[in-house]
């Protein structure tokens, strides 16, 4: 089974830093909801995790061949024991970007951000009820509830090859922010801007009404015809009714592919010390290595746009 490594970003709100909050992911020490475990230490200058997602199975099938012959059989788990996936990321705190190694049947990318997405709003609680002070009036009270109020936005990274098909994870799509290199201005007034320009920006609004589908296929259209593209996001709502937006990277090609047996072999994770088996495991290593290789790198370090 392939395992990718993925490219995300996050963007928390204006009061609060990224470090702050991966801090305190690392002080939670264990994170808790559902059939799902993170945990987060700090390593080598970056944020490092896994989650682990709990299956809620004690059978499975397996497949014994015997020449032209097989046989499938299902297998029992003992007491106490249940399937888990686990999947490892990596965070540069000063930037917000960071990758996500991922297979087949775990957890997705963003449902990991959705995750850690709920724990930032934890985080926001702590803030507020650290802000308020019993002498406070209704109206400050509400000022510390308005200034915490953003969430944790994040974006993928998406490669121009890869877009179109990530199009297909949005329900609606709401906007389309694009920056070309060549700069094409029609209306007169704004002739003298053009003319001292090295690029352009357009955002695009969609009506309501327009269908997903019909807007899909304007943007596949679209980048077929252009290869002046400097920067191009697509904002919209996923399956789930989640916010979701995609970026393209131009200069980023494949993270890194992997066999599966790679990710789990020599694997052991204890949640008795869940942040050293995370430092010392083989999965994050890789991830570190990965993290420094020329181009990756220049990714994670680059500060991210509006």
């Not at 002498?135 to 993928?156: D, E, P, V, W």
């Not at 200069?251 to 010392?280: C, H, P």
Request: aromatic content about 10%; glycine content about 6%.
């Amino acid at each position: 089974m392939m395992v990718k490594v993925l490219g995300f970003n996050w963007r928390p709100g204006k009061t609060i830093f990224l470090q702050e909050f991966l801090n305190y992911l690392v002080a939670e020490q264990s994170l808790t909801r559902d059939n799902f475990i993170m945990g987060v230490t700090k390593i080598e200058g970056y944020w490092a995790g896994v989650l682990l997602t709990i299956r809620d199975q004690t059978q499975f099938c397996k497949i014994r061949t015997d020449g032209g012959d097989f046989t499938i059989t299902a297998e029992g788990l003992k007491e106490g024991e249940n399937p888990v996936e686990v999947n490892f990321f990596l965070i540069k705190g000063s930037t917000g970007r960071g990758i996500y190694q991922h297979y087949h049947h775990s957890s997705s990318l963003n449902i990991f951000c959705k995750f850690s997405r709920y724990f930032y709003g934890e985080y926001k609680t702590t803030r507020i009820n650290a802000d308020i002070k019993p002498a406070m009036s209704q109206k400050q009270i509400a000022a510390c509830h308005t200034k915490y109020q953003n969430t944790l936005r994040f974006s993928f990274w998406v490669r121009p090859q890869a877009l179109p098909e990530a199009l297909a994870l949005l329900k609606e799509i709401h906007t389309l922010d694009v920056q070309i290199e060549s700069v094409e201005v029609k209306e007169k007034d704004f002739l003298p801007i053009a003319q001292i320009s090295k690029s352009v920006r357009h955002r695009f609004r969609f009506e309501k009404q327009t269908s997903a589908e019909k807007i899909r296929s304007v943007i596949r259209g679209f980048l077929k015809t252009r290869e002046d593209i400097e920067t191009l996001s697509v904002e919209g709502i996923d399956g789930e009714g989640d916010d979701l937006i995609l970026k393209l990277e131009n200069n980023l090609d494949r993270l890194a592919v992997m066999d599966y047996e790679e990710v789990v072999k020599d694997l052991i994770i204890r949640s008795s010390d869940l942040q050293e088996t995370i430092e010392n495991s083989a999965m994050v290593k890789k991830l570190l290595t990965i993290a420094k290789s020329p181009d990756i790198s220049a990714m994670l370090e680059t500060p991210l746009g509006n």
